[in-house]
T-cell receptor
Framework: RKEVEQDPGPFNVPEGATVAFNCTYS??????FFWYRQDCRKEPKLLMS???SGNEDGRFTAQLNRASQYISLLIRDSKLSDSATYLC????????????FGTGTRLLVSP | EAQVTQNPRYLITVTGKKLTVTCSQN?????MSWYRQDPGLGLRQIYY???????DKGDVPEGYKVSRKEKRNFPLILESPSPNQTSLYFC?????????????FGPGTRLTVL
């Protein structure tokens, strides 16, 4: 089993739609989780951090389910500018606090 | 402005010709690392450094070297590049204290080895 797994997509949605991505992780000891956004082979940038059960920032909501070992990202009222690849990142809680990146889920928002 | 810089941004070279990709951060972060990104494989860690003179292998260290002589700099060295090292490379830095917040990435170096 991969340490962090994501559905690669692409998810094609119209503007205004609500879309959700899931990410599963293998290490039950993981304590911190992140969603990063990456545009067209540019550098990843932090979208949200998730330390407890969830986090909300405007149209974006991240939820954590420790029992099932997955995190989700919900985007409401999708905008064209939301088109990007979303990377799920898990802190493996090892001695050197290794971050493991999922391969990303691609989102395409169309007019 | 808080940032991670990398140079060069684009590089085309030939097999066996030694090269160095520089990385510098101005946020006084202890932790720095190098990743490569390949289609379908995501970001894979090459090397990381917890602090000056402390480096260790990541998941794909073969063919690479690093050094951390100063806190702000973390160069990536390819002693004898090969075509399978053609990739997009990112340098990153972050603080090490909990909560382990944002990891900042450099703009990337697109390397082609012929």
């Amino acid at each position: 089993r991969k340490e962090v797994e994501q559905d690669p997509g692409p998810f094609n949605v119209p503007e205004g739609a609500t879309v959700a991505f899931n990410c599963t992780y293998s290490n039950s000891a993981s304590q911190s989780f992140f969603w990063y956004r990456q545009d067209c082979r540019k550098e990843p940038k932090l979208l949200m951090s998730v330390y407890s059960s969830g986090n909300e920032d405007g149209r974006f909501t991240a939820q954590l389910n420790r029992a099932s070992q997955y995190i989700s990202l919900l985007i409401r009222d999708s905008k064209l500018s939301d088109s990007a690849t979303y990377l799920c990142v898990v802190n493996m809680n090892t001695g050197f606090q290794k971050l493991v990146f999922g391969t990303g889920t691609r989102l395409l928002v169309s007019p | 402005e808080a940032q991670v810089t990398q140079n060069p941004r684009y590089l085309i070279t030939v097999t066996g010709k030694k090269l160095t990709v520089t990385c510098s951060q101005n946020m006084n972060h202890e932790y720095m690392s190098w990743y490569r990104q390949d289609p379908g494989l995501g970001l894979r860690q090459i090397y990381y450094s917890m602090n000056v003179e402390v480096t260790d292998k990541g998941d794909v260290p073969e063919g690479y070297k690093v050094s951390r002589k100063e806190k702000r700099n973390f160069p990536l060295i390819l002693e004898s590049p090969s075509p399978n090292q053609t990739s997009l490379y990112f340098c990153a830095s972050r603080q090490t204290a909990f909560p382990y917040n944002e990891q900042f990435f450099g703009p990337g170096t697109r390397l082609t080895v012929l």
